[in-house]
Structure formats: C-alpha cells, structure tokens
C-alpha cells in the first residue's frame, strides 16, 4: 500500500469528524442565543480541529510507537486548547487583553521546534520542556506586570491556568523521552 492511499482514509475520517464537532454549535445556534458564532468562527474551529488532526496523522505515521503517539497527541491536544481558551475567553483577562498575544509565542515555539527536529521524539522532548519553560516565563511576567489587577485574573487563576499548561507540556516532555528510550531499546 502506498503513502497517499495510507493517509487518505485517516484524513477523510478526520475531516468528516471535523464536520461533526462544527454541526454542535450550528444546531446549538439553532435553539439558543446563548451560542453565537460567526462564519469566521466556524472557519477557525475548523482550521484548529482539521490542522491539530492532520498534524497528529502526518507526525505519527511512520510510528508503530503507541507512547510515542500518546505523547504527540497531548502536545497537540494541548496547544490546541491553548490556542482555543486564549482565542475564546483569554487566559489573562478578556480575549482581547494584549497580554494573550505572548501565548500564541509558546505555539510558535511548538510550531517552530517540531520542525526544526523533524518530529523526532528525542528533539521533541526538548520542545515541550522549552514550551513548558515559555509558560513559566509568561507566569512571572504576569505576576510582575500586576495581570491580576485585570478584571477576570486573580493570582490563584493565573497560576492555575499557566500551571495546568506547565504541567501538560512537562508531561508531554517525558513521555517523549520515555518513547524514546523504547525506540532505542528496539
């Protein structure tokens, strides 16, 4: 069988499961005004949902490591709902708070690491402890900038929040690491 015919099933499968978590807030809109999106918003869900999804498909293909693949998914999980918290409600203050715009840097370290490593499991270990790292950085500037002052961003929240993502980035580190002491041992 040959690549394209071995990716084509898995990204059909991903893009009619894309359609099928984008019809929940169609239909939602359709009884409550408690839901309201836009058509831009339903293209950016689909572009995170769609694009997480077929990272995770072109990252994992060549592994048959199910730790390995474990790891991927959390780190993409994971800078998935960074992207989609900070875009829907921020994560310090409202969503507009010019603060939320250093995360999208902790993903371009993401983005930019994986890369660079070719997806490697050794290399991307060091990615999500530099992710992790980002976090803790962004932690203190924001305690150091007096963030909790900001309406919605209580000290306990900011380092909730910023502890909830250290903690799945370091998580997603070791599990990497521990993929690849697997493959070595194979």
Request: glycine fraction near 8%; hydrophobic fraction near 55%; charge should be neutral.
């Amino acid at each position: 069988m040959n690549t394209s015919q071995s990716i084509s099933r898995p990204v059909i499968y991903l893009a009619f499961i894309t359609g099928i978590v984008l019809l929940i807030p169609l239909v939602a809109m359709q009884f409550t005004n408690e839901v309201v999106w836009t058509l831009s918003d339903f293209v950016i869900a689909g572009s995170l949902l769609f694009g997480t999804g077929l990272t995770f498909i072109l990252a994992t293909k060549t592994s048959e490591n199910k730790m390995y693949r474990f790891a991927m998914g959390l780190a993409l999980g994971s800078s998935l709902f960074l992207i989609w918290a900070n875009l829907a409600v921020g994560i310090i203050g409202p969503e507009d708070h010019a603060f939320n715009l250093l995360y999208f840097g902790v993903i371009g370290i993401g983005i930019l690491g994986s890369l660079f490593t070719r997806f490697k499991a050794y290399g991307m270990m060091f990615v999500l402890i530099a992710m992790s790292f980002a976090h803790v950085i962004l932690l203190v500037a924001a305690l150091l900038t007096n963030m909790q002052s900001v309406p919605s961003s209580s000290v306990l929240e900011i380092f909730g929040v910023n502890g909830m993502f250290i903690f799945l980035f370091t998580t997603a580190a070791l599990l990497f690491r521990y993929a690849e002491k697997k493959e070595q041992s194979t």
